[in-house]
Structure formats: C-alpha cells, structure tokens
C-alpha cells in the first residue's frame, strides 16, 4: 500500500519561490508517473507536472517555465520546485500517481501567494 504525504507549503508573496516535497511510503519503483496536482477554492484539481521513471517530465502550460518536478527513487520522494510565483498559483497542491488513483490522495499543503 502506498501512502503520499505532501510538504512544503506555505504563505508567499508573488515572485517567491517554495519547494514542496511528497514522501511516499512503500515502493514507487513500480510506478511509472508521479504527478502534482492542485486544486483551487472552486476550481476542479488539475495535473499541473509529472514525471515518468524515467525522468521524462511535462507540464502544464500555466507553470511551464517556472515550476519543476524532480524524484528521488531511493528517498522514495518526489519534489515541485515552484519559482516565479504568482497569486493563481494559490491552491492546494496534492502528489499522486498519474493516472492519479482515489486511494492514493493524501492531505495535501496549502500554498498562498499574495499580491
């Protein structure tokens, strides 16, 4: 059974920066994907960056260019280096595999960005 737990976020001001991380209990070897998502007071949770196994990586077109995803397969983690930050940034931002999976979604951490 696999456990994510998300890290890192935090109240920020526009420009700034802040690394999340997502801790994953059990193997992620197995899996393909890791993806980040988020989700926004009133919004649908979208996929916003993934990562394959094999380091291949894609984003959405709203964080391309500012935000990067990086794994670590022996910390069994995964991370989202977020620059640039801007106030639609704002939401909570969860990790899940990709396709995500319902029994894989964990608390997530809230990020806030001010104006």
């Known amino acids: 059974q696999v456990q994510l737990v998300e890290s890192g976020g935090g109240l920020v001001q526009a420009g700034g920066s802040l690394r999340l991380s997502c801790a994953a209990s059990?193997?992620?070897?197995?899996?393909?994907?890791m993806g980040w998502y988020r989700q926004a007071p009133g919004k649908q949770r979208e996929l916003v960056a993934h990562?394959?196994?094999?380091?291949?990586?894609n984003y959405a077109d709203s964080v391309k260019g500012r935000f990067t995803i990086s794994r670590d397969n022996v910390k069994n983690t995964v991370y989202l280096q977020m620059n640039s930050l801007k106030p639609d940034d704002t939401a909570v931002y969860y990790c899940?595999?990709?396709?995500?999976?319902?029994?894989?979604w964990g608390q997530g951490t809230q990020v806030t960005v001010s104006s």
């Open positions: 899940n595999v990709v396709p995500a999976l319902n029994a894989y």
């Open positions: 059990g193997s992620i070897f197995s899996i393909n994907a």
């Open positions: 990562i394959t196994r094999g380091g291949n990586t």
